[in-house]
């Protein structure tokens, strides 16, 4: 049985499905749950080292979030600010070294070259990840 659960977030419409789903499922099995987001890095090479958010938005995202999730049933909610060079490897290195059994995360509808040029750190976290992850849409 999954005693913690980690959702991800950026914020987005698709990211709050994720986290409405990860509050009730929270709810439904008496687990825990951590929201995080993961603030991307960029350049640092010879350049200085940029991230997608100030803090002050990546707060805003989580408390967003988390306000979300105790809506949604979720009792025990904690935040999560991560920073990475890449999403998916920070939530499943998190997740994995935290004792996490299941990760829930959103997706959008990518498909074709969008998906081929994008990425999607969904079904990068569903690849790599040691437990169970539900994917949201």
């Known amino acids: 049985m999954t005693s913690k659960i980690l959702c991800a977030t950026d914020g987005t419409e698709n990211s709050t499905h994720a986290v409405e789903l990860a509050g009730l499922l929270a709810a439904k099995l008496g687990a825990s749950l951590s929201i995080c987001a993961v603030n991307v890095a960029r350049g640092g090479v010879r350049g200085p080292l940029i991230y997608n958010w100030e803090d002050a938005e990546v707060k805003s995202i989580l408390d967003a979030a988390a306000k979300t999730a105790r809506k949604a049933g979720a009792s025990q909610v904690d935040e999560l600010a991560l920073r990475s060079r890449e999403a998916a490897s920070a939530i499943v290195q998190y997740a994995e070294e935290n004792g996490y059994g299941h990760i829930v995360v959103g997706t959008g509808d990518k498909r074709g070259v969008s998906r081929l040029v994008l990425g999607s750190v969904a079904a990068d976290v ?11 849409r």
Not at 126 to 136: D, F, G, K, L, W
């Open 126 to 136: 569903a690849s790599r990840a040691h437990c169970s992850v539900t994917v949201a």
